[in-house]
Structure formats: C-alpha cells, structure tokens
C-alpha cells in the first residue's frame, strides 16, 4: 500500500492515507483508502496516465 493525500468529507480536512490503486469503469486511476481519524472511505482520483 502506498501513502496518498486527500480530503476526507466527514474531518473537513485533507489527510495523508495509505491506500490502493484501481481503475474506475471510465478508466480513470484511483486511490482509495480509509480515513485514519474517522474511519470514513477516501477517494483520490490520479487521471489517466499510467500508475508507476
């Protein structure tokens, strides 16, 4: 698992969150992980360039 950033909607705030790469149904990348406060999803969409 890999460290992201992102914003969580239940703290208000960003948040660093270890989290894993999938591809969406339109083909975009995401990283999706849990809140490490709240325990809330996250979600952090990476494009569509290939994840290294």
């Known amino acids: 698992m890999a460290q992201y950033n992102g ?3 239940k703290c208000k705030e ?3 969150f270890e ?3 999938e591809v ?3 083909g975009m ?3 999706k ?3 490490p406060v709240c325990g809330t999803k ?3 969409i990476l ?3 290939p994840v290294a």
């Open 7 to 9: 914003y969580c909607v």
């Open 19 to 21: 989290g894993t790469v």
């Open 29 to 31: 990348n995401m990283a």
């Open 47 to 49: 494009g569509k360039a």
């Open 33 to 35: 992980g849990i809140c």
């Open 24 to 26: 969406s149904k339109t």
């Open 42 to 44: 996250m979600n952090r």
């Open 14 to 16: 960003k948040r660093d």
